[in-house]
């Protein structure tokens, strides 16, 4: 078995003080951090997501459903798709050895959508380092941490959300989200933070 970790969106508009900001986020950033710092060779490798948008049509809105459309958000160039500053000495340091980009034209939630500068997918780079099994953490928990996760058991990775690594937008969806994961065979652990 060889794990690896993967962070889910831990970006400025996705925290208190961004566009699309989810409560808890700068906390979950700190936590997020820690886990890395700790780990103590818990993952073979620790990898990232990214929303990186340019144009990506219907999916910013001026008139959104928080579903399928928000606002404006994590724009290449902007400082609000930087990674939060809880989190990204985890990336300058190297402890997170790659980040991958989704949805410079899409809406692309889930990081199986996205690719790393040199372009390799998300599952092409995991399969290459024999990966079998994949934490989830991140931002939000019933948007683009529950598309990772789902994405990775159709991939074939065996999947599990760590909970208190997460926040969520609202307790509804949230709850919807991890009855949804559960029933696609991943696994769950601790509690999502939910302070909306």
Not at 11 to 22: A, I, M
Not at 93 to 111: I, N, R, T
Request: hydrophobic letters at 40%; glycine letters at 10%; proline letters at 3%.
């Amino acid at each position: 078995m060889r794990r690896a970790l993967i962070v889910v969106d831990v970006q400025k508009d996705f925290c208190e003080g961004g566009s699309v900001p989810v409560k808890g986020g700068a906390d979950r950033a700190v936590a997020i951090a820690d886990l890395i710092r700790q780990a103590d060779g818990q993952y073979a490798h620790v990898v990232a997501t990214r929303d990186h948008h340019i144009d990506p049509g219907a999916h910013f809105s001026e008139h959104p459903d928080f579903q399928n459309s928000f606002p404006v958000h994590c724009v290449v160039g902007g400082e609000g798709g930087e990674f939060h500053p809880n989190f990204a000495p985890a990336v300058t340091s190297g402890a997170v050895e790659e980040v991958f980009y989704k949805g410079a034209h899409s809406a692309s939630k889930s990081g199986f959508e996205g690719a790393a500068e040199d372009g390799t997918s998300l599952t092409d780079w995991l399969r290459a380092r024999d990966v079998t099994d994949l934490d989830v953490v991140g931002i939000a928990t019933d948007h683009c941490v529950k598309a990772t996760a789902l994405d990775g058991v159709r991939a074939g990775f065996e999947v599990k959300v760590l909970l208190d690594y997460t926040a969520g937008v609202a307790a509804d969806t949230t709850s919807t989200a991890i009855d949804e994961l559960r029933r696609a065979g991943v696994a769950l652990s601790g509690k999502s933070v939910v302070l909306a």
